[in-house]
Each structure stands twice: as C-alpha cells, then as structure tokens.
C-alpha cells in the first residue's frame, strides 16, 4: 500500500511540474545566452511564418478582425495567452493598464487566445471571465484552424509576445514568458523608438 501511494505521489508531482513547465514564465534577465537564443528564436520564427503577421478572424466579443487594424498604429504587440496559463493571466492586467497609457497612432494591444476556437464555445466563457477581471479592452482575437496552421502550432510556449508595423512585419524580438508592468513599458517604448 505505501508503494502505491508513493507512486501515485510521484506521478502527481510529475504531472505538476510538466504543466508548470508547459506556461513560460522566464524573466528579462540579460545574458550571452538569452541574447543568442534570441537571435536563433527570431530566425526561427521568420521560417515558420512569424516575419509577417497577416490574419482574419473574429475577437472575443464577437467582431470581425483582421490584420487591418496594424495599419492604426506605429507598433502592434500581439501577445499570445492561454486561459490555463498562470503567466499569461498575472500579466493581462499589466497589459490592460499599458494599453490606455499611450496614443492609439503610436502603440496598440492585440491579445489572441491560443486555447479557444473561432465558431465554437470552446473556452469562450473563461476568456471573457479573464479579461473582465483584467480590465482589457483591446481586441482579443480568436483562434482558428487558419490562425493555428500559420502561426499557434509554432508557438513555443504562453505567453508568447510579437511586435509588428504597420504592415504586419516583426520588428524586435520574440518574447517569451510574462513580464511585469514596468519591464513590458521599457520594452515597447524601445521598440517605438528604434522604429
């Protein structure tokens, strides 16, 4: 009896630690080695579809979208979530706050929910429990089969943040993991900058 629930402990323990490990929540920490895998994620991501950023689809609250609305600002960060990732929701509201703090011409918000489903409930009622709660009012885009197929199957991990221009192509580097307030506005007040 006490070795079965040794391995039942055991297999709990694993099964936690693989789904903790499954949302990224790295930190900005500079080094050699985060900067090269940087650069070799970046390149990475530009074969797999990822140097342009071009979609049609639907946001959470039921509008049509599309990669139009790149066209309304400098900057578009587009930021990956999930509704089971811990990451992603502890820094919805970070996001939200930033959203409002700079003019629409300059920088906008697109967040896309990787584990709902365009035309389907899947998920759908977490998703706007979520951004309620976080206070969100940028567009949050849908998953669909066309949106998977081009970019969400080759996404490491969530929360997974782009930042494109006006027509959609990458700029700055792929992050992944969340970030707090402070390091996420140093970042895309980098990005406006250098672009």
């Known amino acids: 009896m006490k070795k079965m629930n040794k391995k039942i402990f055991g297999i709990g323990v694993l099964s936690v630690m693989l789904l903790v490990s499954g949302c990224s929540n790295k930190t900005t920490n500079s080094s050699k080695t985060e900067n090269s895998n940087k650069v070799e994620m970046n390149s990475q991501y530009e074969e797999l579809g990822f140097s342009n950023f071009q979609f049609k689809g639907h946001t959470l609250t039921g509008d049509d979208i599309s990669s139009d609305i790149f066209k309304d600002s400098k900057v578009t960060m587009i930021n990956f979530w999930g509704t089971f990732c ?4 502890m820094e919805l509201p970070h996001l939200a706050e930033l959203s409002n703090e700079y003019s629409k011409e300059e920088f906008q918000i697109l967040g896309v929910i990787a584990d709902t489903s365009d035309g389907e ?3 759908i009622k977490d998703a706007k429990e979520i951004v309620e709660k976080s206070n969100v009012t940028f567009p949050n885009l849908l998953n669909s ?6 970019y969400l199957n080759n996404v490491q991990g969530l929360p997974t ?3 494109v221009d006006k027509d959609g192509n ?7 993991g969340a970030r707090d307030k402070n390091t996420w506005k140093e970042i895309i007040d980098k990005v406006i900058s250098e672009n």
């Open 121 to 123: 409930d899947f998920n």
């Open 170 to 176: 990458l700029i700055g580097d792929v992050l992944v």
């Open 86 to 89: 811990g990451p992603c929701k």
């Open 161 to 163: 943040t782009i930042f």
């Open 145 to 150: 089969k066309e949106l998977s197929d081009k």
